[in-house]
């Protein structure tokens, strides 16, 4: 609305004065009802009757006030902020004189709305944002135990990447409360080495989550050290047990009924990844039920338990995988969608119907000589595409990521709950 620098003139500066008493009179207005909005101003002005005057002389009294603010923060600060602030003071405090009634929104464009995970004017799920406030919620719950819980990490070799992810998980467990334990093998090491740790680990009351940094050398058998670890300490959520819990659907008589629009209560972990979209999706307030969703890509780490996750929730799901006939046609009829397949921006915006929520699941690195490290990190959808037309969608990075870190401790906190309940603390 108004240049950004500051008024050069006194024209300048009484153009910015008018626009602010314009924004007074709007203010004004609202104090009454726009059925009698006349009749009342009309008495206010030419009433002799007290109860009137008083209204005239408060209502002058927020004229000057207004007009002085203006004057001065117009001069002093850049103009766009001046005319926010003195905004702000002025429709507050006419809008307390109303009974029953708060303070008007700022029109400040930034304003924080009402879910504090999107912004007024964005389709982007934040995950950082999210991550954070789950990592918050974590720390209020651990405070009080009088032992933290406890979180072992096992990597084996010296890859770049899961060194960076085992770092950025041991300050996620800090930032909490929870005591991290961490045991790093060189790519040598043997499978009966690791095992040996992992029951070692098992036994240990101050370990509640046990996580084998995956991939593993190829001389290391993955299904064998997945089910080492006990299921009550897999906050992988990958063990047989874990998993059949996930897809068994409890419709049959007698079976555990689980709240799945609450995941934190769970009775047993369910895999990070899949446990972050889904948290991500509740948060940004997506409806689920009744939907269509469709999930790219059929992983046992991602694909498979999202998409049971979504069918807990009464979605109705398709798997889309590389025999899919027409994978572009069966998306385009997705309410919701959920990319994991693992190809950079294979997801076009032709693919994607207007107004659905996409969840972008992959990372992969493409080369552009522009960026500094030569490459730069795009996920499964074509994002600056599709992100024109989806009602909602993640970002790559800072979208699913940041939550699987988050579910992770989260895994991690439950077992130290469920723990200390089975021993009756």
């Known amino acids: 609305m108004f240049p950004q620098q500051h008024p050069t003139s006194l024209t300048t500066t009484v153009r910015y004065i008018g626009t602010y008493t314009q924004t007074i009179n709007q203010s004004v207005n609202q104090l009454t009802n726009k059925q009698t909005n006349h009749k009342i101003f009309a008495a206010v002005h030419h009433s002799s009757d007290p109860y009137f005057s008083t209204i005239q002389r408060t209502l002058k009294l927020h004229y000057c006030l207004g007009f002085l603010i203006s004057f001065v923060l117009a001069l002093l600060v850049p103009p766009s902020t001046a005319f926010v602030i003195a905004t702000n003071i002025n429709t507050n405090n006419l809008h307390k004189k109303q009974v029953g009634q708060s303070p008007p929104r700022s029109i400040c464009h930034n304003h924080k709305p009402e879910n504090p995970h999107m912004t007024m004017t964005s389709n982007i799920i934040d995950g950082k944002a999210i991550a954070a406030i789950i990592r918050g919620e974590l720390k209020e719950r651990v405070a009080p135990l009088r032992s933290p819980p406890g979180l072992a990490v096992i990597l084996v070799g010296g890859r770049r990447d899961s060194q960076t992810y085992v770092r950025m998980k041991k300050k996620a467990c800090e930032e909490v409360g929870i005591a991290s334990f961490g045991f790093d093998y060189p790519v040598t090491v043997t499978e009966d080495e690791i095992l040996a740790k992992i029951q070692e680990l098992n036994s240990d009351d101050k370990v509640h989550g046990i996580l084998v940094q995956l991939p593993l050398p190829e001389h290391i058998n993955e299904n064998n050290i997945i089910e080492a670890v006990h299921p009550s300490k897999d906050v992988d959520g990958l063990h047989p047990k874990n998993t059949a819990a996930l897809c068994s659907t409890g419709t049959h008589v007698g079976a555990e009924q689980i709240d799945w629009n609450d995941l934190a209560s769970v009775p047993f972990h369910i895999p990070c990844t899949p446990q972050g979209c889904i948290e991500l999706l509740d948060r940004s307030n997506v409806e689920l039920k009744g939907k269509n969703a469709v999930v790219i890509g059929r992983s046992n780490l991602v694909g498979l ?108 906190v439950n077992s130290c709950f469920r723990s200390q309940a089975s021993k009756g603390e």
Not at 357 to 375: E, F, L, M, Q, T
């Open 305 to 412: 338990p999202v998409a049971m996750l979504l069918m807990h929730r009464d979605a109705t799901v398709t798997i889309v995988h590389s025999k899919t006939t027409d994978a572009p046609g069966v998306v385009s009829k997705a309410d919701v969608v959920i990319a994991a397949v693992g190809r950079a921006e294979m997801v076009k915006k032709e693919w994607i119907k207007e107004g659905a929520a996409v969840v972008d699941v992959g990372i992969n690195s493409v080369d552009d000589p522009s960026a500094k490290r030569g490459y730069r990190l795009v996920g499964d959808v074509d994002y600056a595409a599709v992100k024109e037309v989806a009602g909602k969608i993640t970002p790559v990075p800072g979208g699913v990521g940041p939550m699987t870190i988050a579910m992770l401790l989260r895994n991690t």
